[in-house]
T-cell receptor, first 113, second 115 residues
Framework: EADIYQTPRYLVIGTGKKITLECSQT?????MYWYQQDPGMELHLIHY???????EKGDLSSESTVSRIRTEHFPLTLESARPSHTSQYLC????????????FGNGTRLTVT | AQSVTQLGSHVSVSEGALVLLRCNYS??????LFWYVQYPNQGLQLLLK??????LVKGINGFEAEFKKSETSFHLTKPSAHMSDAAEYFC?????????????FGSGTRLSIRP
């Protein structure tokens, strides 16, 4: 039973295209996150949100943007994809408390040719 | 700032052998610590978490971890490895200094199981 959904699972796209990676959760969590995972498997936080209309940049600089218009939805957009954007993107959510674990989606593997 | 360090990017054990994955944390306040597992082509899944209720924490799939303040460690163990345990394992700490309660991940340890 998946509580957090990411689409698409795999995406191959040409340079210069605009793309949106979708992420939705059904748990009513206030906090949502986007991580970029490189081939060495290390996770880098690129965006997070405390709640509706709140978005912040993470620790790793990213050319992507995010929005949080609804609690359950946290899409990530690349206006002009480049080969350097090729990576796995993981969405996660959690409730408000510090000891709450993250719930992850299955990820979107993006390849930009 | 809080951080975690995972010692060993790759650990290989025989099926049935003890699994030990090492994690050390850096924190000036009592930390909230987690272990996650990632199977190929999937997101991360919570194995267990430490929230100061007990120093020995039991998780799913027979894994457990012991919080040792004197050693600033939170190593993950399993008495007997199964082939299905092959995956990437991440230690993480909750950044209590961040208003966003960000989770800070270690660099991961890939566990391989030899038949």
């Amino acid at each position: 039973e998946a509580d957090i959904y990411q689409t698409p699972r795999y995406l191959v796209i040409g340079t210069g295209k605009k793309i949106t990676l979708e992420c939705s959760q059904t748990m009513g969590h206030d906090k949502m996150y986007w991580y970029q995972q490189d081939p060495g498997m290390e996770l880098h936080l690129i965006h997070y949100s405390y709640g509706v209309n709140s978005t912040e940049k993470g620790d790793l600089s990213s050319e992507s943007t995010v929005s949080r218009i609804r609690t359950e939805h946290f899409p990530l957009t690349l206006e002009s994809a480049r080969p350097s954007h090729t990576s796995q993107y993981l969405c996660a959510s959690s409730d408000r408390s510090y000891n709450s674990p993250l719930h992850f989606g299955n990820g979107t593997r993006l390849t930009v040719t | 700032a809080q951080s975690v360090t995972q010692l060993g990017s790759h650990v290989s054990v025989s099926e049935g052998a003890l699994v030990l994955l090492r994690c050390n944390y850096s924190s000036s306040v009592p930390p909230y610590l987690f272990w996650y597992v990632q199977y190929p082509n999937q997101g991360l899944q919570l194995l267990l978490k430490y929230t100061s209720a007990a120093t020995l924490v039991k998780g799913i799939n027979g894994f457990e971890a012991e919080f040792k303040k004197s050693e600033t460690s939170f190593h993950l163990t399993k008495p007997s490895a199964h082939m299905s345990d092959a995956a990437e394992y991440f230690c993480a700490v909750s950044d209590v200094y961040s208003s966003a309660s960000k989770i800070i991940f270690g660099s991961g340890t890939r566990l391989s199981i030899r038949p």
